[in-house]
């Protein structure tokens, strides 16, 4: 089976710097994803990481490390439009993809 | 580009009801799935589709959900009879590949 592990939530102020952990355990593992969601909304993709190692996009980056089965999300310069809730999802054996219980991000003024 | 499709957006009914969900997949989107999504939680995967091949139900309540993709475009969702605890955002998704899936705008059921 797969299961993931993040943060229920996170409080930052704007223009600050916020991490989200993601910590995993799967049978096989192909890549860990990211979504965000609004309320009220669809989750929308972020970022996948198939290898170690940091991804950027924007102000978003997304870092991998397999051997230590977590990642992590990095929003910088955070807006007020990034309050929403952040899933990390692993894809593991049989290309299953399993969403974490996702981390509530408040951005305060 | 036009997104994922999903309808209706909201949906009340009567337990032991039935009740249908409507998905239209991104265009050459071949993969296309199935998740439901409880207040508070992440999205968890009811069924997978490639093309018209049902690869991935495990987690489909058979006794009482099945669904259909036909000519592996278009797919259905129906719960039948739908019970109080299967109130639930339903989300329909596609994608080209497992590295990132798309998301219609959900159907949110509520059964009374």
């Known amino acids: 089976g797969q299961s993931l592990e993040q943060p229920s939530e996170v409080t930052a102020v704007e223009g600050a710097i916020v991490q989200i952990n993601c910590t995993y355990q799967?049978?096989?593992?192909?890549?860990l994803s990211w979504y965000q969601q609004h309320d009220g909304g669809a989750p929308t993709f972020l970022s996948y990481?198939?290898?170690?190692g940091l991804e950027e996009t924007g102000r978003f980056s997304s870092f991998l490390s397999r051997s230590d089965s977590y990642g992590y999300l990095l929003l910088q310069e955070l807006q007020m439009k990034d309050s929403a809730s952040y899933f990390c999802?692993?894809?593991?054996?049989?290309?299953?993809?399993?969403f974490g219980s996702g981390t509530q991000l408040t951005v305060l003024p | 580009e036009a997104g994922v499709v999903q309808s209706p957006r909201y949906k009340i009914i009567e337990k032991k009801q039935p009740v249908a969900f409507w998905c239209n997949p991104i265009?050459?989107?071949?993969?296309l799935y199935w998740y439901r999504q409880n207040l508070g939680q992440g999205p968890e995967l009811l069924i997978r589709?490639?093309?018209?091949?049902?690869?991935?139900d495990s987690q489909l309540p058979k006794d009482r959900f099945s669904a259909e993709r036909l000519k592996g475009v278009d797919s259905t969702l129906k719960i039948q009879p739908a019970e109080l605890g299967d109130s639930a955002v339903y989300l329909c998704a596609s994608s080209l590949d497992q590295n990132g899936l798309f998301f219609g705008s959900g159907t949110q059921l509520s059964v009374l």
């Open positions: 265009s050459g989107h071949n993969t």
């Open positions: 999802a692993v894809s593991g054996s049989a290309r299953q993809l399993t």
């Open positions: 589709y490639e093309n018209e091949e049902a690869v991935d």
């Open positions: 799967t049978s096989g593992f192909y890549g």
């Open positions: 990481n198939g290898l170690d």
